[in-house]
C-alpha cells in the first residue's frame, strides 16, 4: 500500500530552466508535507515543508504547491543549477493520528545539465 | 552546526552474525527514529522513540531487530541473526518535537554477505 507515490523515477532539465517534480498521496489524513533532498551516500537533507492549511510555501528557489482535492504535491525549483542534482524524497505526516511519523515517496532522481 | 551522528558509516557482515548501529541525535531532540531505506525505494520507519520510550515500532522485525534508547538520549539498533535480505541503508533521525521536521544523519550502509 504505498501511500506516496513519486511517478516519476527521473527527471532532467538545463541549468537556469524550473524544475517540477510531482508527488501524490492515497491518505486523507495527511495533514504535513515534507521534501528531502539526499546525495548518494549521505542521509537525506530537509528542504522545505507545507501544512495542509496552506497551498504553497516558498524558499529562496523552492517553492511547494499543495493540491488537497487532488492530493498532489510538487516542488518548483527555480533557476536549476548543477548542484541541485540529486535524488528528491516527497514525504508525509498524519499529526493527528500518526504524530510525526514520515510516510515518503520511492524518490525522483533529478539532473541538472550544464 | 548540529547535526546527527551515527556510527559505523558501512559495516559489512555474514549472514547469521549480529550487527549493532549507533545513533546520537542532535542535543535537545526527544523524538528519535530509525528508518531503512532499501536502494531505488524512500525510507521506512522502523521504530520510533520519544525520549526513552518506543511510541511506534509496529515495522520492526521484532523477532531479529532489537533498538533501544536507554537514558532518552542515544540510541542503538541492532540484527541478530543478520538476513541478505537486511542489506540496506539504516538512517537516523531526530526532531525537536512531534510535529516538526526531521533531520537525518549520514547512515550506516548494511552489506550482509
Known amino acids: 500500500d504505498q501511500q506516496v507515490k513519486q511517478n516519476s523515477p527521473s527527471l532532467s532539465v538545463q541549468e537556469g530552466r524550473i524544475s517540477i517534480l510531482n508527488c501524490d498521496y492515497t491518505?486523507?489524513?495527511?495533514?504535513?508535507f515534507l521534501w528531502y533532498k539526499k546525495y548518494p551516500a549521505e542521509g537525506p537533507t530537509f528542504l522545505i515543508s507545507i501544512s495542509s492549511i496552506k497551498d504553497k510555501n516558498e524558499d529562496g528557489r523552492f517553492t511547494v504547491f499543495l493540491n488537497k482535492s487532488a492530493k498532489h504535491l510538487s516542488l518548483h525549483i527555480v533557476p536549476s543549477q548543477p548542484g541541485d542534482s540529486a535524488v528528491y524524497f516527497c514525504?508525509?505526516?498524519?499529526?493527528?493520528?500518526?504524530?510525526?511519523?514520515?510516510?515518503f515517496g520511492e524518490g525522483t532522481q533529478l539532473t541538472v545539465n550544464p | 552546526e548540529a547535526e546527527v551522528a551515527q556510527s559505523p558509516r558501512y559495516k559489512i557482515t555474514e549472514k547469521s552474525q549480529a550487527v549493532a548501529f549507533w545513533c546520537d541525535p542532535i542535543?535537545?531532540?526527544?523524538?528519535l527514529y530509525w528508518y531503512r531505506q532499501i536502494l531505488g525505494q524512500g525510507p521506512e520507519l522502523l521504530v520510533q522513540f520519544q525520549d526513552e520510550s518506543v511510541v511506534d515500532d509496529s515495522q520492526l522485525p521484532k523477532d531479529r531487530f532489537s533498538a533501544e534508547r536507554l537514558k532518552g538520549v542515544d540510541s542503538t539498533l541492532k540484527i541478530q541473526p543478520a538476513e541478505l535480505g537486511d542489506s540496506a541503508m539504516y538512517l537516523c533521525a531526530s526532531s525537536s518535537r512531534v510535529n516538526t521536521e526531521a533531520f537525518f544523519g549520514q547512515g550506516t550502509r548494511l552489506t550482509v554477505v
Open positions: 542535543s535537545g531532540h526527544a523524538t
Open positions: 491518505n486523507s489524513m495527511f495533514d504535513y
Open positions: 514525504a508525509a505526516s498524519a499529526r493527528e493520528t500518526s504524530g510525526s511519523r514520515l510516510t
